[in-house]
């Protein structure tokens, strides 16, 4: 939640200096390319330097490929149902925006190269609300829907940051589940969002 809490703080100090600078003090587009390039080879660097990995991936069980699965189809299928009660956003917006599975840093930056910052910002916020959500909501979940439920609400950050939560409140026996899901949601956000942002105009 710190992390979350110092994102949404960088993000206000943006605003407000883009609101107060005539000009900017540098190149937006490079920068953008820039931090997106090195996002992506963290994310690559950290994925190939866990050891741990090749013995996950030797412990794969139905249940772990088929959550990640779960996962996706039911927050596009949420999306969908959702964009017709959102004024000034298409389906594909919406389905676009919640592609991040709560891994904010890297689909704010997509989306917003693609579509300008107003869309890049609404990717991040609902991003980062997922993340929120689950911590807080993580609770009830596991109570009323059972241990899957905050894997699902966590999307790509149950690997790491709403980890610690989701072991608490489902249960140990839920950890390589939620790591192994949080990784495969990691991996394939580059590449649903960049799949989506194709065919916007």
Same mark, same amino acid.
């Given at each position: 939640? *710190? ?20 000009? /900017?003090? %540098? ?10 390039? %090195?996002? $992506?080879?963290?994310? !690559? ?6 050891? /741990? ?11 772990? @490929? ?9 927050? %596009?299928?949420?999306?969908?149902? @959702?964009? #017709? ?8 917006? @919406? ?16 989306? !917003? ?25 993580? #609770? ?13 609400? !966590? !999307?790509?950050?149950? +690997?790491?940051?709403?980890? #610690? ?6 249960? *140990? ?11 495969? $949601?990691?991996?394939? @956000? #580059?590449? +649903?969002?960049?799949?989506?942002? /194709?065919? /916007?105009?």
């Amino acid at each position: 939640m *710190k992390d979350s809490l110092i994102l949404i703080i960088l993000f206000s100090i943006g605003i407000v200096l883009g609101m107060n600078l005539s000009e /900017h003090l %540098f190149d937006l587009n490079a920068t953008v390319v820039c931090v997106l390039s %090195f996002t $992506l080879f963290t994310v !690559g660097y950290e994925a190939g330097s866990n050891r /741990h990995n090749t013995e996950m991936i030797g412990e794969i069980n139905s249940q772990v @490929v088929l959550v990640p699965l779960s996962i996706i189809i039911g927050t %596009f299928m949420s999306a969908v149902v @959702v964009a #017709p009660f959102l004024a000034g956003l298409t389906t594909l917006d @919406v389905v676009t925006l919640v592609a991040g599975f709560g891994y904010y840093s890297i689909s704010g930056v997509l989306v !917003g190269s693609k579509l300008g910052s107003y869309m890049g910002s609404l990717a991040l916020l609902v991003n980062v609300f997922r993340e929120l959500l689950t911590v807080i909501l993580a #609770p009830l979940f596991s109570r009323y829907l059972g241990g899957l439920s905050p894997i699902a609400a !966590g !999307g790509a950050t149950s +690997m790491d940051v709403t980890l #610690p939560i989701i072991t608490k409140y489902s249960g *140990k026996e839920y950890t390589l589940t939620a790591i192994m899901s949080g990784f495969v $949601l990691t991996i394939l @956000v #580059p590449l +649903m969002l960049s799949f989506l942002l /194709h065919f /916007h105009a």
